[in-house]
């Protein structure tokens, strides 16, 4: 099965934001919201992509003490998103206490590390253990837990669901199609995505900043990128 395609909103033009999901019109049904565009237009852009019947990845990354995070997943299910991330290195309380707020209002995604980090950041954060490793710890706890699933690259995807099963989800960030140079560390292609069992890709920059972005949407979905 193909991963679903979650495109991310990460720019403060709201024309742009506006012509890109009737560009992509049925071709898409998802979109992560994250610091960017809700710093800029706040519950605004959620309620609309809402009312438009896209279904939104609330891509906020909680990460705080437990009351903080509970009190906050309150205020969040009142703007009915699909997904909602949170921070696994927030610790198993402040897990469990947003997964008791949420229960099945919505899927909540543990964030396990970061793809802008790769081995040499965990060794300056002095963190021993070897990447794969920690990430696989990270998502065991999250479904332990009760979570719906994780954040994780594609190089990891493949143990996560291994190990978790396969209807644990995984969402997999910078995907990549061509060489770039960005911030991302541990990318990947769309095709690898598939063959490692990811669930969705979250895709920003090559789409929103493309001259065409639904022929870029088709050839993802054709494997001619």
């Known amino acids: 099965m193909k991963p679903e395609v979650i495109v991310a909103l990460d720019i403060i033009d709201r024309d742009k934001i506006t012509n890109l999901i009737k560009t992509l019109g049925d071709k898409i049904s998802y979109y992560k919201v994250g610091y960017i565009p809700f710093y800029a237009f706040g519950w605004e852009i ?43 290195n927030a610790g198993k309380d402040t897990l469990m206490k947003a997964q008791k707020i949420v229960q099945n209002k919505t899927k909540l995604l543990g964030i396990t590390l970061l793809t802008s980090l790769d081995e040499e950041d965990l060794k300056t954060l002095g963190v021993s253990a070897e990447l794969k490793e920690n990430v696989l710890k990270r998502a065991r706890l999250c479904k332990e837990i009760g ?64 001259s065409n972005p639904s022929d870029v949407i088709e050839r993802l979905e054709e494997e001619q990128i």
């Open 46 to 88: 959620v309620d609309e992509l809402n009312r438009m019947g896209k279904k939104v990845m609330l891509d906020l990354k909680l990460d705080d003490i437990p009351n903080t995070v509970s009190e906050a997943m309150k205020i969040i299910l009142a703007h009915n998103p699909e997904f909602v991330t949170i921070h696994s």
């Open 147 to 210: 979570l719906s699933g994780v954040v994780a690259s594609v190089d990891e995807a493949e143990i996560i669901k291994e190990t978790l099963g396969e209807d644990f989800i995984v969402v997999t960030p910078g995907i990549r199609i061509g060489k770039t140079e960005d911030d991302q560390k541990r990318t990947a292609t769309y095709k690898k995505a598939k063959e490692k069992g990811v669930d969705f890709v979250v895709i920003g920059r090559p789409i929103y900043n493309a």
